[in-house]
T-cell receptor
């Protein structure tokens, strides 16, 4: 299995609070991604990174920001969590933009 | 047309059966194609890449038809452990920096 960890694995937070999710990889892959998965929607891309300090928006980026200061870490921040951001968040990595992606175990976030 | 479309199922089959899943994609410029497997409450895991000439991995066979923008996955001799959701995945564009995931097809194999 690819060396990808996510923290925390579960979190319950209140509306309006900031939340940061962390993705850590030991594979030295250039590309990292954040997805959310919701019933009826499948996996949707939030943001991705193609190198240190290089990030771009995905399909559902509103309300989220990301940072990548090191190759191995990709952070997803919800500046002010809303109930609509209750979801399962997956991080993924890939060697190249066109290549297969490998996923972390996911973070289950509940915003009350 | 949706970017990646799959029959959601569920497909309920007995052990030993052969089952096929289909997927269509909308962007003719797509270059990378994959099948992923996702177990309940787990992360998606790469099952196999799909190559233009078709490819096989044990009991699994993937086919690509670029003219029809159609991908298929065939599972032979189904096992109980094959029960999962199968995701069809296509890269979004020629730049390839994003993959588009289908919503998945659910397979349930029973004894």
């Amino acid at each position: 299995d690819a060396g990808i960890t996510q923290s925390p694995r579960h979190k319950v937070t209140e509306t309006g609070t900031p939340v940061t999710l962390r993705c850590h990889q030991t594979e030295n892959h250039r590309y990292m991604y954040w997805y959310r998965q919701d019933p009826g929607h499948g996996l949707r891309l939030i943001h991705y990174s193609y190198g240190v300090k290089d990030t771009d928006k995905g399909e559902v980026s509103d309300g989220y920001s990301v940072s990548r200061s090191k190759t191995e870490d990709f952070l997803l921040t919800l500046e002010s969590a809303t109930s609509s951001q209750t979801s399962v968040y997956f991080c993924a990595i890939s060697e190249a933009g066109v290549s297969e992606q490998y996923f972390g175990p996911g973070t289950r976030l509940t915003v009350t | 047309r949706k970017e990646v479309e799959q029959d959601p199922g569920p497909f309920n089959v007995p052990e030993g059966a052969t089952v096929a899943f289909n997927c269509t994609y909308s962007n003719s410029a797509s270059q990378s194609f994959f099948w992923y497997r996702q177990d309940c409450r787990k992360e998606p895991k790469l099952l196999m890449s799909v190559y233009s000439s078709g490819n096989e991995d044990g009991r699994f066979t993937a086919q690509l038809n670029r003219a029809s923008q159609y991908i298929s996955l065939l599972i032979r001799d189904s096992k109980l452990s094959d029960s999962a959701t199968y995701l069809c995945v296509v890269n979004k564009d020629q730049a390839g920096t994003a993959l588009i995931f289908g919503k998945g097809t659910t397979l349930s194999v029973s004894s």
